[in-house]
Nanobody
Framework: VQLQASGGGLVQPGGSLRLSCAASGSFFSVNDMGWYRQVPGNQRDLVAVITSGGSTNYADSVKGRFTISRDNAKNTVYLQMNSLKPEDTAVYYC?????????????????????WGQGTLVTVSS
């Protein structure tokens, strides 16, 4: 299973960007999907999360400016970021809980693991 993130870049304050993250590989289902961000030297913080049913949760700092959505047919999660501020500058990581098959002791089983994308840099600066 792999998560491939894209869409980062340089944008001026007040501008917008849309991040995408697609899951690929062999699996049964993609469960919760989310976006986190990390500034060098700091911990990785939750930005937004969306369940397979479409329920969402946001960090207070991005409420009203960012929107998380997903396309279950494409196993893809999006983060629409509007009214960007310099303090939104960070590396953004997507993650997903993925239920996939594996074989152990000659028996076919399933398990749910959390996977991370490679990170995409968002820089908000004039």
């Amino acid at each position: 299973v792999q998560l491939q993130a894209s869409g980062g870049g340089l944008v001026q304050p007040g501008g917008s960007l849309r991040l995408s993250c697609a899951a690929s590989g062999s699996f049964f289902s993609v469960n919760d999907m989310g976006w986190y961000r990390q500034v060098p030297g700091n911990q990785r913080d939750l930005v937004a999360v969306i369940t397979s049913g479409g329920s969402t949760n946001y960090a207070d700092s991005v409420k009203g400016r960012f929107t998380i959505s997903r396309d279950n047919a494409k196993n893809t999660v999006y983060l629409q970021m509007n009214s960007l501020k310099p303090e939104d500058t960070a590396v953004y990581y997507c993650n997903a809980g993925v239920t996939a098959p594996y074989r152990s002791g000659g028996v076919d089983r399933t398990r749910t693991l959390v996977y991370w994308g490679q990170g995409t840099l968002v820089t908000v600066s004039s």
